[in-house]
């Protein structure tokens, strides 16, 4: 198995992401870059996350680079500031895993995650254990800046219509789970003139009140005081703060995918220009896409590939279900306070969040999974079941088939031995049918 998976490397804190690999990891990049160069590194906060940062700050010196501490940083934070001032990151979390995770993940120069491609480089010096070490005289400089998070609240102020929503005065409430959103989220807010009311907006590694996913089921306080309150929204963030969730000003939770069609349909009302989802995206930005009349390009499942298509085709918005939103105009990468700043400026421009969602075409899922020894074998046997049949198929990643009246997609995970079947279609009992069709043909092609 890979040593990077989806998000770089993640396990239990000092049993699995011990300081010593960490340490290594960061020699692993600082050897990669030819021990030249600048590395920002900042963490989220994890109860680990001081001891991690560190062991990552010895590891870039001891190769030689100049190293800049940005202390507790969203994972959006510390990509905008590497675009302007390092030539890499890393940024020491485990986004929404559970408490007692943490986790390494590489920034590129230009802010963006760190490619397949680099990564693979990184794993093999890892596993050759060929670190460069700097002569005595050459082991790097260790700065701090404490203002990575000013330089993006102000970034995320300029990227959107400010004045329009200072101008309203909105009454919002955050949750940002004690993650690191605590330290960007409320403040940027408050720089837009909202009245804020936060929860579980203190530094506290421990989440003492809910975890780091922000599943509607632990968001309930948030929803009861949105409705209490009668705030024009509510925003939940999970533990890195690259993705958020909304609560509409009825107190309803919005799911993501909705959540990614409302915005693209809001974007390409003012800008014309290619969309950006992967193939798990709901056939709603198809939909909203067409209407607009441009282009929708469809990507393998991960953020990086989707940020990556969208530089390439200059698309005008990206995004994944999941709460992942990304905007050219800020940097290219997912970006929960964006997000937020971006659907405030909409409740500005005199819609609703209940309206706009009410407006996104309606359709239904079915997903499960199947245990799997040979995926590589079974899913080649699932392409071939398809070749030279009417239905449209697409191998982006796995297999999505699609019927008149929906599709389903199957796809081998990345860390386990199981292939996930997820279908979608205009009513529950067909997205039902075409999931259980999937796990027959699952079950056939793995005997
Ligand atoms: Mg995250």
Known sequence: MAFF?????????NEYITPQLVIDVARS??????????????????????????????????????????????????????????????????????????GVKLIAEDGSEFSREGEREVEKIYYSRKFTAASWERTGDLRTDLNANEYYIKGIIDSVDSESIFRKGFKVVVDTGCGAGSVTLPFLLRRLGCEVITINAQVDGTFPW???????DVLTELIDIVKMTGAVMGVAQ????????????????IPEDILLAMMAK????????????????????LDVTRDAGVELVWTAVGSINVARKMMEVDAVFGG??????????????????????????????????????????????????????????TMDKVKKAFAGSENKVD???????????????????????????????GTQERAEGLMKEGVKLVEECKA
């Open 5 to 13: 998976g989806t998000n770089g490397v993640r396990g239990i804190a």
């Open 29 to 102: 990049i600082g050897t990669y870059m030819g021990s030249e160069g600048t590395v920002a590194i900042g963490r989220d906060t994890r109860a680990s996350g001081e001891m991690l940062k560190s062991a990552a700050i010895a590891g870039a010196l001891s190769v030689g680079l100049t190293v800049i501490d940005v202390g507790i940083v969203p994972t959006p934070s510390i990509q905008y500031y590497v675009k302007d001032h390092a030539d890499a990151g890393i940024v020491i979390t485990a986004s929404h895993n559970p408490r007692e995770y943490n």
């Open 210 to 216: 809910r975890n780091p996913e922000p599943t509607p």
């Open 238 to 253: 999970d533990g890195d703060a690259d993705r958020a969730v909304f609560i509409d000003e009825m107190g309803n939770f």
């Open 266 to 285: 809001y974007v390409l009302e003012r800008k014309k220009g290619p969309v950006v989802t992967p193939v798990s995206s709901s056939s709603r930005m």
């Open 320 to 377: 994944e279900g999941n709460g992942g939103l990304i905007f050219p105009e800020h940097q290219y990468c997912r970006d929960g306070a964006m997000a937020c700043a971006k659907f405030l400026e909409i409740i500005a421009g005199g819609q609703k969040l209940s309206e706009l969602a009410a407006s996104v075409p309606v359709y239904y899922n079915s997903k499960t999974k199947v245990r799997c020894e040979d995926l590589e074998g």
């Open 395 to 425: 191998a982006i990643d796995g297999v999505k088939i699609w019927y008149d009246d929906g599709w389903v997609l199957i796809r081998p995970s990345g860390t386990e031995p199981i292939i996930r079947i997820f279908a979608e279609s």
